[in-house]
């Protein structure tokens, strides 16, 4: 979009994108609350098993892309996770500066106790499968477009 051809757009709170993106993560975010607490797991401790319970053994930098954070947002929650019993921070053989997640066996049988989790969010819903893939998709594509823009 030109700078000539941008629409005139509302101002007001409740018709920003942004707001409605961010007060509807904290609703998510909310909904997981007690279903993550039973499995004594933050959302974004939740959010890195996803990631580990996919394929284990990744190096930080590549679960922090995999998260779209950054190393440093990451290591203190991986941390906490180790403290628990469910992954390992292990350092590279051949270059020392990696350091590599694995899951221990507790971070795998966490994984069957974690199944009911997205059902349970796709009932609080109360949406039609095909809305929430379409959402998903769209947000993703939307986040792609975004990131595009600010890499320029």
């Not at 403290?83 to 292990?90: A, L, N, S």
């Not at 199944?115 to 009932?123: D, G, K, L, Q, S």
């Amino acid at each position: 979009m030109t700078t000539t051809s941008r629409p005139s757009l509302p101002f007001t709170l409740d018709e920003q994108l942004c707001f409605a993106l961010y007060s509807t993560s904290l609703a998510m975010t909310k909904a997981y609350k007690p279903l993550l607490e039973k499995l004594g797991l933050t959302y974004p401790q939740y959010l890195a098993m996803l990631v580990l319970w996919e394929g284990d053994d990744l190096t930080v930098k590549d679960l922090a892309t995999r998260l779209n954070l950054d190393s440093a947002t990451v290591t203190p929650l991986l941390k906490r996770l180790e403290t628990q019993g469910y992954v390992e921070r292990v350092r590279g053989v051949e270059d020392e500066r990696l350091v590599y997640i694995r899951l221990t066996k507790a971070g795998t049988t966490l994984k069957r106790a974690a199944r009911e989790v997205p059902a349970e969010i796709f009932c609080a819903t109360q949406q039609a499968p095909e809305f929430l893939l379409r959402l998903r998709d769209d947000l993703t594509q939307l986040r792609a477009t975004l990131n595009d823009y600010m890499d320029r």
